[in-house]
């Protein structure tokens, strides 16, 4: 498998690129990253170093890659946070050139815009854009509960509304929604799901809620979750082994006691995940 993914790089720490592209080569996938930003950390430091890659330098590394004719090679492309308003046109251009190579590949877009308690932390225009230009050509969406909400102009809780919000961000364009943090206030305490759906149906998985924030863990599960999905073509598979792989990466982190995630230190859970989640059809 050959997974484009266009998302930002910190040297020091995981998330974006940097977060995604170990795993995914450690499940065998083989990755292009292209980077939107490289910067020293990432910005839950408030101080951070480095450059936004301006637009059109990150077109010229895709135009470059299409040059060596691996396009019709991709299988998926990927995309998370995107640094700044440009960047959006870039991924909907590559997602055409790569699916006008191989019309089997697929997008799946992490739209990352913010989360229930620290709210939206990117740019104000950068939520519309994924909204209105984005997300409407993916086929794979990866949002959390709060980015579903806005998606969807919904304020999705339960069960029935995570549900129902699903369906409306569906109609938008993606054929599977994975929400990869359902609250729901009928929830066994100290637990948290991730839910997914698609054509065949929905199924909820429920993990242990860990008493920890890990940047960068919804970047893994996006990777995981769309190669294993394109994988096997069965979402209820992909979503327990993405969750059971993820789970074991932030309890190893916890572990240790570290701010950032133990990335490499959990790679056989990438590997070799241990399943110990069931996922349950709910509709």
Same mark, same amino acid.
């Given at each position: 498998?050959?997974?484009?993914?266009?998302?930002?790089?910190?040297?020091?720490?995981?998330?974006?690129? %940097?977060?995604?592209?170990? #795993?995914?080569?450690?499940?065998?996938? &083989?990755?292009? *990253?292209?980077?939107?930003?490289?910067?020293?950390?990432?910005?839950?430091? $408030?101080?951070?170093?480095? !450059? =936004?890659?301006? !637009?059109?330098?990150?077109?010229?590394?895709?135009?470059?890659?299409? &040059?060596?004719?691996?396009?019709?090679?991709?299988?998926?492309?990927? %995309?998370?946070?995107?640094?700044?308003?440009?960047?959006?046109?870039?991924?909907?251009?590559?997602?055409?050139?790569?699916?006008?190579?191989? #019309?089997?590949?697929?997008?799946?877009?992490?739209?990352?815009?913010?989360?229930?308690?620290?709210?939206?932390?990117?740019? *104000?225009?950068?939520?519309?854009?994924?909204?209105?230009?984005?997300? !409407?050509?993916?086929?794979?969406?990866?949002?959390? @509960?709060?980015?579903? $909400?806005? +998606?969807?102009?919904?304020? *999705?809780?339960?069960?029935?509304?995570? +549900?129902? %919000?699903?369906? =409306?961000?569906?109609?938008?364009? *993606?054929? /599977?929604?994975?929400?990869?943090?359902?609250?729901?206030?009928?929830?066994?305490?100290?637990?948290?799901?991730? +839910?997914?759906?698609?054509? /065949?149906?929905?199924?909820?998985?429920?993990?242990?809620?860990? #008493?920890?924030?890990?940047?960068?863990?919804?970047?893994?599960?996006?990777?995981?979750?769309?190669?294993?999905?394109?994988?096997?073509?069965?979402?209820? /598979?992909?979503?327990?082994? /993405?969750?059971?792989?993820?789970?074991?990466?932030?309890?190893?982190?916890?572990?240790?006691?570290?701010?950032?995630?133990?990335?490499?230190?959990? @790679? &056989?859970?990438?590997?070799?995940?241990?399943? @110990?989640?069931?996922?349950?059809?709910?509709?």
């Amino acid at each position: 498998m050959k997974v484009l993914s266009i998302q930002s790089a910190v040297a020091y720490g995981h998330v974006g690129n %940097s977060a995604a592209v170990f #795993p995914l080569q450690r499940i065998g996938v &083989e990755v292009l *990253p292209v980077y939107t930003v490289t910067f020293s950390n990432h910005t839950g430091y $408030g101080a951070w170093r480095g !450059p =936004l890659i301006a !637009p059109d330098d990150v077109r010229e590394v895709i135009t470059g890659i299409e &040059e060596r004719g691996v396009f019709g090679e991709i299988d998926a492309v990927l %995309s998370g946070y995107q640094g700044g308003e440009g960047i959006g046109d870039v991924i909907i251009d590559a997602v055409a050139r790569v699916k006008a190579a191989n #019309p089997d590949a697929v997008y799946a877009c992490d739209p990352v815009m913010g989360n229930a308690k620290s709210g939206c932390f990117v740019a *104000p225009a950068i939520p519309i854009l994924l909204r209105e230009k984005v997300v !409407p050509v993916a086929d794979i969406i990866t949002p959390n @509960q709060f980015e579903l $909400g806005f +998606l969807t102009d919904t304020e *999705p809780d339960t069960l029935e509304s995570t +549900l129902a %919000s699903v369906d =409306l961000a569906m109609a938008i364009g *993606p054929r /599977t929604v994975l929400v990869t943090s359902v609250e729901r206030p009928d929830r066994e305490e100290d637990t948290i799901e991730m +839910l997914v759906a698609d054509a /065949t149906g929905a199924w909820i998985v429920q993990t242990p809620r860990l #008493p920890m924030k890990a940047n960068g863990s919804g970047d893994v599960t996006a990777a995981l979750f769309t190669a294993h999905y394109v994988e096997t073509g069965d979402a209820k /598979t992909a979503l327990e082994r /993405t969750a059971s792989s993820v789970f074991d990466l932030l309890a190893a982190t916890l572990e240790s006691g570290a701010r950032e995630l133990r990335l490499v230190e959990a @790679q &056989e859970f990438y590997a070799n995940p241990r399943m @110990q989640f069931s996922a349950r059809q709910v509709r």
